[in-house]
């Protein structure tokens, strides 16, 4: 059972990801931070402490693996905007806590290392990694978390072409809604990484999901 939910998510975001980013969608989120002059890519950010593994599931390594897989497999994947500092985006950044969830769900394994999280990813094939990492983009503004708590009920327009929408919940949680109903919603655990240059991004407690896994 737990095979046949990821051949079919790797088969849907498959074709998700081969038609990403025919041209840049715009944010339909609430204005830029007029203060993002730095172009210090996120790529940059995700690279400062190595390639490797670790035991801290609160960091990032494994969605910093992930763009460093899909660029190399696929040198002009649209991926690579989070290398440019230069283009104003917004990115919701999965922990590796989140992607050992999202792991654990697809296979009903229990995961003990990031490697072996990330391996079971990875295999889900090139196509799909790529797929899932542009529904966590939001290109064409720079959105801090102060803005995001005033934007309760938007409806934000991801690289990947789909969309999420944000809750604003107690006034200070912001929380967001993607396609997959069965499953957890995403929290912000780390607010307004890079801030200060126009790209941003945002730690997220869950992996958002494309579609209904």
Known sequence: MFARRIMTA????????????????????HGWDQSATGTRSLAAVLA????????????FDIVDNAVTAVLTA???????VL???????????????????????????HYRSESAVFADVASLGIDTVEAVLLYHVVPGATVTYRQALRSDGA???????GTVK???KWCWLVSLVDNDPNDRNPYVVKADINKGNAQIAHGISEVL???DL
Do not use: I, M
């Open 48 to 59: 400062k402490d190595g390639s490797g593994f670790d035991r801290n599931w609160n960091d």
């Open 155 to 161: 409806t934000l327009t991801t690289a990947s072409g």
């Open 209 to 211: 999901r494309p579609l």
């Open 10 to 29: 790797a088969a849907t975001l498959g074709l998700v990801g081969s038609a990403a980013l025919v041209s840049a969608p715009s944010a339909s989120a």
């Open 74 to 80: 696929k040198p002009s994947s649209p991926v690579g």
């Open 83 to 109: 290398a440019d500092g230069k283009v104003a985006l917004t990115a919701f950044l999965p922990t590796d806590r989140a992607f050992r969830n999202l792991a654990s769900d697809l296979t009903g394994k």
């Open 166 to 168: 944000v809750d604003v």
